[in-house]
């Protein structure tokens, strides 16, 4: 079972960068998948970006490829989500999970995208 925190959200002008991060515990972070997920108000939640266990391959959402960018540190069970060219658009709760959204999830971190 792996258990996660986020965090790193903020407010942040439309442009502007944030970079978030998800600190899981247990000892088999490394073997699985991990995903960043969204939710904005009245949506699904949807899979923003996916990262291998090793960490060697990724991928991206059409709606964020080439100005997000997904990257792990399995030494330190923790995740990372470097966000730039926020959009307005971007703008909801985001969450780290397994790839399949298998285990517990967290709180979420909010990002909010001013224009």
């Known amino acids: 079972q792996v258990h996660v925190v986020e965090s790193g959200g903020g407010l942040v002008q439309a442009g502007g960068s944030l970079r978030l991060s998800c600190v899981a515990s247990?000892?088999?972070?490394?073997?699985?998948?991990m995903a960043w997920y969204r939710q904005a108000p009245g949506k699904r939640r949807e899979q923003v970006a996916r990262?291998?266990?090793?960490?060697?391959?990724?991928n991206y959402a059409d709606s964020v490829k080439g100005r997000f960018t997904i990257s792990r540190d399995n030494a330190k069970n923790t995740m990372y989500l470097q966000m730039n060219f926020l959009k307005p658009e971007d703008t909801a709760v985001y969450y780290c999970?397994?790839?399949?959204?298998?285990?517990?999830w967290g709180q979420g971190t909010q990002v909010t995208v001013s224009s």
């Open positions: 999970n397994t790839w399949n959204g298998a285990q517990s």
């Open positions: 990262i291998s266990s090793g960490g060697r391959s990724t």
């Open positions: 247990g000892t088999f972070f490394s073997m699985y998948d």
